[in-house]
């Protein structure tokens, strides 16, 4: 029902995730943003069951802020996700396990661009691209294509507009909007909303 | 506190047996909110601790099903009543039906779903009627905690944010809670206000109405004030004066010109923990009626009255369509002032009107066709074919 797409590039990562909230059959929401800013250079994007999304990714942004001002500086994106997966496995066995799939999105001064890929049993893989929710199903194939590590700016968001659009085509489900983030050297810039279908 | 009693929300449970973590046929497991940390006053609000010294072992299997809700069906509207509420340019309307059903039986014509929780937000409820009654009495006694603590009143996204954690704990159980908060922030400074003027005249006009505000402001600030923040209605007239100038802009715009900090707000909560703010929102079986109806006729620009129709016909359609939503109608209407309720009517009648007016128009609809035919035999273009046809 959700979808979450990210994209890394050689010094960026493109990240994109719908914007419904929806309860049983019903579009309760056209405009809900499923991503959490975790620091400056940081966005996880979190889609799963209806409460355990915003309760989990709001416990790791403010445990990640906690860390900030215990320490004077903030949690790297490979260590902000192995944060991550760690409490997801050790909630994984517990009587409250978070039934949630995650994204995380991040820049690191010293690695440079990071995507990680989390799913609810607490998987953890660093991928050059990924996407979560049925519409995965139907995009994975193009981005298997069509990427390449050396991406401009313009050719991942045309990647994306790609995927969007096979998404309109096939998926049964309507998505008509998607928040799109770009994360580098400078930070989280807000991109212009997709709507499907815009070339 | 009593209810705090009734609840035993704070006994230590060393004699009560833990419960049994079998998995039944579903390997849905049954959880209770009792297992935290217990010496904590507000152990409640706090996400679940992991119980190390209970030696658990659930499956990855059990642990799969256990985030399945307790509702199985492919897609169940649950909760069998039609509650709606939505902002505008003067308010927040809040609408609700009045029927409470038991699976196949009205259980109640005329219970009451939209209970004010102070002057200035009221909370339309739908799920379990006895699950709906206690949370809200909780959140009542929470927000006027915090209201005695810092000595402000909590925002509505603030109150939605405080439900929804204390609710946490409960998922996976059968609580079945799905609350929509209507209300007004008022907590405004002066530096965002316009017009003196414009804020005169509003106060002058509000001081004549003084029985709603008595009724609102008793219950509010009792008289505290916080040197920073203005008292409440003047606050609230402040913003009322606002209003006019910032009606005919875009939605957007209006909120972000409120700064989030005062102004007109729904939001939903559920006992599943889906927590959502907007500008209009129903829930309940006859939701996706009220919601044809809402999306079509909403405007930000609406005046008081065409509000209170729309929400009427929205709550008078989903009743017609679904058959856990009738009886009557009850309709709030909160403002900067607080909340005003309409007197509760009856769906029955209207039901009946509607079949009058639509019969009348049946009848001018007949007429003007006939005259317009008459027109066409006289100037002779038509033939007596097309009469018949007509």
Redesign the interface.
């Known amino acids: 029902m959700e979808y979450l797409i990210g994209i890394q590039g050689p010094d960026f990562v493109l990240v994109a995730a719908d914007n419904v909230?929806a309860?049983?059959?019903?579009q309760?929401?056209h405009d809900?943003d499923k991503m959490f800013k975790l620091s400056e250079k940081i966005l996880l994007l979190c889609v799963g069951?209806?409460?355990?999304?915003?309760?989990f990714a709001e416990?790791i942004q403010k445990n990640v802020q906690l860390y900030k001002m215990r320490n004077g500086y903030e949690l790297s994106p490979a260590a902000a996700a192995n944060f991550t997966r760690k409490n997801l496995a050790?909630?994984?066995?517990?009587?409250?396990?978070y039934?949630v799939n995650l994204l995380l999105a991040g820049y690191d001064e010293a690695d440079g661009p990071g995507l990680y890929y989390m799913d609810y049993l607490s998987a953890l893989a660093k991928a050059p691209f990924a996407a979560h929710g049925y519409g995965a199903f139907l995009t994975l194939s193009i981005l298997d294509r069509y990427y390449r590590p050396d991406l401009t700016r313009e050719e991942a968001v045309d990647l994306l507009k790609k995927c969007l659009e096979e998404l309109n085509k096939r998926f049964i489900l309507n998505l008509p909007s998607f928040t799109v983030r770009l994360i580098d050297k400078d930070g989280i810039h807000d991109m212009e909303k997709l709507p499907v279908g815009s070339k | 506190m009593a209810l705090q009693d009734v609840c035993g929300f704070l006994e230590t449970l060393d004699d009560i047996s833990p419960c049994t973590?079998l998995p039944n046929e579903m390997g849905y497991?049954w959880?209770t909110p009792f297992?935290f940390d217990r010496d904590s006053a507000f152990h409640f609000l706090f996400?679940?601790q992991?119980?190390s010294r209970k030696n658990?072992a659930?499956t990855l299997f059990s642990?799969t099903f256990?985030?399945l809700s307790p509702h199985q069906q492919p897609?169940?509207?649950s909760h069998g009543t039609t509650t709606l509420g939505f902002i505008f340019q003067d308010g927040v309307i809040a609408a609700a039906d009045t029927r409470a059903s038991c699976k196949g039986l009205i259980c109640c014509p005329i219970s009451q779903k939209i209970m004010p929780i102070h002057s200035h937000l009221v909370v339309n409820t739908s799920g379990s009627g006895a699950d709906c009654m206690l949370w809200e009495r909780i959140l009542t006694r929470e927000m006027r905690l915090y209201q005695l603590r810092h000595r402000k009143r909590l925002s509505i996204n603030g109150a939605a944010k405080l439900l929804?954690?204390m609710?946490?704990p409960f998922?996976?159980t059968n609580v079945c809670v799905a609350a929509t908060l209507c209300g007004w922030d008022g907590e405004e400074t002066q530096d965002t206000l316009q017009s003196c003027m414009e804020i005169a005249d509003v106060k002058e006009a509000v001081e004549q109405d003084s029985n709603v505000s008595a009724i609102s402001d008793v219950s509010a600030q009792g008289g505290v004030k916080m040197a920073s923040i203005n008292e409440q209605d003047e606050i609230s007239k402040d913003t009322q004066a606002l209003n006019p100038t910032v009606s005919n802009q875009n939605t957007k715009n209006v909120l972000s010109t409120f700064g989030g900090r005062s102004g007109p707000r729904v939001c939903?909560v559920?006992s599943?923990?889906?927590?959502?703010k907007?500008e209009i929102?129903s829930v309940g079986s006859g939701?996706?009626y009220a919601?044809a109806v809402l999306d079509d006729g909403w405007r930000w620009g609406m005046t008081v009255d065409e509000a209170v129709a729309l929400a009427r016909e929205a709550v008078f359609r989903a009743t017609h369509w679904d058959a856990y939503s009738g009886n009557n109608v009850d309709l709030f209407h909160i403002t900067a002032h607080g909340w005003r309720r309409r007197d509760r009517e009856d769906l029955k009648e209207e039901y009946y009107r509607e079949r009058e007016r639509e019969k009348k128009k049946i009848k001018e609809r007949e007429k003007e066709r006939q005259k317009r035919e008459g027109d066409e035999l006289v100037e002779g273009e038509g033939d007596i074919y097309s009469v018949h046809c007509g």
């Open positions: 909230a309860s049983s059959i019903i309760m929401k809900y069951e209806a409460g355990d999304t915003v309760q416990y050790d909630y994984l066995r517990s009587r409250t396990p039934h | 973590y497991m959880r297992e996400p679940p992991q119980c658990r659930p642990s256990s985030s897609f169940q509207l929804s954690t609710l946490h998922k996976g939903y559920c599943d923990g889906l927590q959502l907007g929102i939701s996706p919601y």
